[in-house]
């Protein structure tokens, strides 16, 4: 059987009547999502459902409904028997890769990014900031546009070899995508609440540390790797120091892809809303290699069939 990495989408991935079919389909999904409602006082299945898009795409509201769509996922993966090698998560998804490796159960999984939702929002309106994806630079040149204007502006997600999104206060944001346009490359403002990833979000940072801190991570099942390092790891401890980090760290997902390659991973498994990260991998990874989306309990026949 080949290697098989398993990653899990995070804000960006949503849209109306995501996790509908997993509902659907039985009790798994049904518990997975009366889990979230529980965890985070907010009636997801109805927002997933109808929405509207602007409110289910709030932070306070997206992150507990994308993580539960994750979790339906991943169930219906082992359900099928899906076995990974190793997990990973973009931003909020990584919560949704310690589920699936066991370092944390699918409730503190669940309460935790609840948690994180509401920080990130509290500040978000205290500190508001914005975010837009360079496309055509190399991550070297996205830091180096970014020093070369005033203001609080860094990378926040090395998504592929020649797309780096960009955050902070606003008009360093906008200032940062002219200079990338008057170089040839493409800006693209992203439609975020807040500055993710960067330190106008500080103070979110250090009570989720805080939060954090004294829970019990169990060793992984499989390799994890964190995005703060994109070094795969078996150390529940080094899952953790990470994790303290991750909202204020650049999401290393080039160096991810990377890693699991590496690590000799021949199939990637998205499990969750949409295909970004699929359409991410597929530009880091080389031809040949198997990118598989798993969005709802039909996507599974196609896991059965390479696996």
Known sequence: MPKVAVVFPGQGSQCLGMGQAWIQAGPAGQDIFALAEKASGLP???LCQQGPLEELTRTVNLQPAVIAVDLCCWQGLVSAGVKPHAVAGHSVGEYAALAAAGVLSPAQCLELITLRGRLMDRDAIANPGAMAAIMGAGPEEVAALC???????QPANYNTPAQTVITGERQAVAAAGALAKERGFKAIPLKVSGAWHSPLIAAAGRDMAEALAPLEFAAPACLHVPNTTGEPTADAA???NQLMKQLTAP?????TIQALLDQGVEVFIEAGPKNVLAGLIKKTAPAGTTVL???EPGDLDQVAAVL
């Open 44 to 46: 997801l299945i109805t």
């Open 147 to 153: 020093q070369e204007v005033e203001g609080e502006v």
């Open 238 to 240: 080094v899952i953790k």
């Open 251 to 255: 999401v290393r997902w080039v160096q």
């Open 293 to 295: 989306n798993v969005q």
